[in-house]
């Protein structure tokens, strides 16, 4: 079956760095793009990044834009959110997620990760 | 960046009755170009992540039961559950992918009364 798993979460302090990965199976990952979302504690979901299926197109929320990094691996089916400067308010739980068409990566999101924690806390 | 909006921050329905969450966009997110409205409604319930239920406004995701459905074109938008049920109690969101950066309305979490 469809499926993202996330991992690379963890306390960090701020001003260090991080790197999430999303393993994904069951679909033709290299035909998608890609997004990360994350939610903090409590609080709303917040769109973070989407990266075209070839890795061409790069998208970032301004709270993000500078210091994080999303990059794939095709042959790996695999994800990644480099996380650079971290801030407290970057504390949240990383979503990956795969649009539910592969002809446009602006679509609903169709497939959810459970997530990985991220505390950026001294 | 278009501003997504739900109404209300949260409400308590009895079951079997029916329950109403709006969401409004600060700009049109209806496409001109494939005649649709860029948005989504997901449903969270906690510990999990979310879970897509309609799209393009209307069309309920497979597998979705048809007492939630959604309406509304242009800015305004509706996602209603006919009939409450007990597991139908999350926080809902509204999201637009009209273009970057997708953006959700800040929830509706939905309770029994």
């Known amino acids: 079956q469809v499926q993202l798993v996330e991992s690379g979460g963890g306390v960090v302090q701020p001003g260090r760095s991080l790197r999430l990965s999303c393993a994904a199976s069951g679909f033709t990952f290299g035909n998608y793009g890609m997004h990360w979302v994350r939610q903090a504690p409590g609080k709303g979901l917040e769109w973070v990044a989407v990266?075209?299926?070839?890795?061409?197109?790069?998208y970032y929320a301004d709270s993000v834009k500078g210091r994080f990094t999303i990059s794939r691996d095709n042959s790996k089916n695999t994800l990644y959110l480099q996380m650079n400067s971290l801030r407290a308010e970057d504390t949240a739980v990383y979503y990956c997620?795969?649009?539910?068409?592969?002809?446009?990566?602006?679509?609903?999101?169709?497939?959810w990760g459970q997530g990985t924690t991220v505390t950026v806390s001294s | 960046d278009i501003v997504m909006t739900q109404s209300p921050d949260s409400l308590a329905v009895s079951l079997g009755e029916r329950a109403t969450i709006n969401c409004k966009s600060s700009q049109s997110v209806f496409y001109s170009s494939n005649n649709k409205n860029h948005l989504a409604w997901y449903q969270q319930k906690p510990g999990q992540p979310p879970k897509l239920l309609i799209y393009?406004?209307?069309t309920r995701e497979s597998g979705v039961p048809d007492r939630f459905s959604g309406s509304g074109s242009g800015t305004d938008f509706t996602l209603t559950i006919s009939s409450l049920q007990a597991e139908d109690v999350a926080v809902y969101y509204c999201q637009q992918y009209y273009g970057p950066p997708m953006t959700f309305g800040q929830g509706t979490k939905v309770d029994i009364k």
């Open positions: 997620a795969k649009p539910y068409g592969s002809e446009s990566y602006y679509l609903p999101l169709d497939v």
């Open positions: 393009w406004a209307s």
């Open positions: 990266m075209s299926y070839d890795g061409s197109d790069k």
